[in-house]
């Protein structure tokens, strides 16, 4: 697992791509912020992405803003404890539920 950091427009997922072209890897991009994510549908993401290839977690920093202050539609707060925790990510990241020859980038 790799974590990059930088201003937006600074090249990381660019390289990502380049990267992925070069040891011929497919991409599967997720994107964290959408406020529906629950720690069974990562774990399940991960589960069955296909090996060989690149699982690219995008805007993590924004996962767990106003998680509490903003439940989405279809939610209420008594369902606040389904949504994707720190400890889900966490979970899912070790590697127990992800498959062979899987590279992960956030």
């Known amino acids: 697992d790799l ?3 930088g201003e937006p ?3 990381k997922t660019s390289f990502i791509h380049a990267l992925a072209g070069a040891i011929g890897y497919n991409i599967c991009v997720v994107n964290l912020s959408e406020k529906t ?3 069974d549908r990562l774990q399940y993401l991960f589960a069955n992405c296909p090996s060989r290839s690149i699982l690219l977690l995008e805007d993590v920093d924004s996962a767990f803003v106003d998680r509490q202050a903003e439940i989405p539609r279809g939610y209420t707060r008594a369902d606040a404890h389904l949504l994707l ?3 889900g990510l966490l979970n899912a990241l070790d590697g127990v539920m992800s498959s062979d020859a899987q590279l992960v980038f956030m």
């Open 37 to 39: 994510w629950t720690d």
């Open 3 to 5: 974590l990059f950091y």
């Open 9 to 11: 427009g600074s090249g």
């Open 85 to 87: 925790s720190y400890s």
